[in-house]
């Protein structure tokens, strides 16, 4: 825990919650000592400061461009990378090795992590935090480029088809680990199927699997 402390910058008055962060729902369904509970919070807490964040930080973007940006920043894959930045997976205490290599773990534990800080002191360590860790990613990420649902319909538009349609496939998990599959289909009959922890990112998986077929053909 000293180590990871020193990769995470930070140092937690009340331990237990740093491990409790880092506790898979495979070693114990107890909520009071897995991940889930601060993973909802920190979920949140990244939102809101990500959100605050890019307020600040680019006063001349217009909504739309912020947006795109948030969208970037938030997804799990982002919240993943960041977890193997700081090395935060060789300490995601799991039954099965395998379990911590998912996008959607690292995602989960990179936000319980962030809900801990915020439990652990206030929403300015919080925001110091993520403003520290996503720091390059924000820089990288300048809201030029646009997601893949909007490239999809543009690309559609520009040779006169109709919109795409997006419908839920099922819904696995818990509550609190939902996993969505989400089909994108094409007037033609073509289609992709995407996958994430909410519809948003499940509809654009989809949505950059179809658009890498359709480039494909």
Sequence with gaps: ??????????????????????????VTGNERYNYERLEFLGDRVLG????HLLYNMF???????????????????TVAAVVKKLHIDEYINVKDEE?????NVLCDVGEAIIGA????????????????NWRDMIDKKGGSEKDAKT???????????PVPVYEVVSKD???????????????????????????KTAEQ????????????E
Excluded: W
């Design 1 to 26: 825990m000293e180590i990871l402390q020193k990769h995470l910058n930070y140092k937690f008055k009340n331990i237990k919650l740093l491990q409790q962060a880092l506790t898979h729902s495979s």
């Design 48 to 51: 809101m400061t990500m959100a």
């Design 59 to 77: 006063p001349n973007d217009r909504e739309g461009v912020l947006a795109q940006r948030y969208v970037q920043l938030v997804r799990a894959e």
């Design 99 to 103: 379990i911590k290599q998912g996008v």
């Design 117 to 132: 800080i915020y439990i652990d002191s206030d929403i300015e360590q919080a925001i110091h935090f993520v403003e520290t």
């Design 151 to 161: 490239q999809l319909q543009e690309k559609l538009h520009s040779v006169k088809l």
């Design 173 to 199: 998990g818990s509550e609190h680990e939902p996993m969505f599959t989400i089909k994108v289909s094409l007037n033609d009959g073509q289609f992709a199927l995407g996958c994430g922890k909410n519809k």
């Design 205 to 216: 998986q989809a949505a950059a699997k179809l658009l890498e077929q359709m480039e494909q």
